[in-house]
Structures are given as structure tokens and as C-alpha cells.
């Protein structure tokens, strides 16, 4: 399992913006870089779903209801993913978690609240 630890969520206005980290303090530096990362999002009564992924090459995509409005990105060095999310709708309102994809680990999660 691989440590992940997120970081930046809290309570936003329509229309705001936010941006999550995740990182993994544990793992070095040359492993880090081959992950494929995700983030994922949970709404109370809801089931967990992938909001955005960037893999190991930079490949990326993105649920449908968020492109154009959220972009993922990594930094190698820092051996950090971040999620910033722009024109936040109260519907992306959840608990955002990152996600490991080879070692299926998952972070601890980090809420979002998107309202007036």
C-alpha cells in the first residue's frame, strides 16, 4: 500500500474555485513517477466515482461532468497530484479522495463544499 495523504479541500461559493493536493511522503522519488494517479469523488448517498486520472505518461481524461472545468496535474518532483477545480456547482459538492491505480491505495480524503 502506498501512503497518500490529500490536502486542500474546505467550503467554497458557486462559481469559486479550489485546489486539491495529494501527495505520497513515503514513496520515492523514481516510483512515484511510473503511478497512475486518480482522483475520485464521493456524495453522501452516493457511490464513488472518477472524476479526473493522469497516468504515468501525462495521459489524462476527465468524467464528463467536469471537462472543461477541472484540470489534473502531477508534479514528479514534489511527488504530488493536484486537482484544481474552477466554476465549482454545489453538485460537486463530496469527499474527494486520490487513488493510487497499481497498488489500488486510496487516500484519506479531503471534503469539498460547494454553497452560498
Avoid at 500500500?1 to 514513496?27: D, F, H, N
Amino acid at each position: 500500500q502506498v501512503l497518500l495523504v490529500e490536502s486542500g479541500g474546505g467550503l467554497v461559493q458557486p462559481g469559486g474555485s479550489l485546489r486539491i493536493s495529494c501527495k505520497a511522503p513515503r514513496t520515492i522519488l523514481s516510483t512515484f513517477g511510473a503511478f497512475d494517479m486518480a482522483w475520485y469523488r464521493q456524495a453522501p448517498g452516493k457511490q464513488r466515482e472518477l472524476v479526473a486520472a493522469i497516468s504515468s505518461a501525462r495521459s489524462i481524461n476527465y468524467a464528463d461532468s467536469v471537462k472543461g472545468r477541472f484540470t489534473i496535474s502531477r508534479d514528479n518532483g514534489k511527488k504530488a497530484v493536484y486537482l484544481q477545480m474552477n466554476s465549482l456547482r454545489p453538485e460537486d459538492t463530496g469527499v474527494y479522495y486520490c487513488h493510487e491505480e497499481r497498488s489500488a491505495s486510496w487516500g484519506q480524503g479531503t471534503q469539498v463544499t460547494v454553497s452560498s
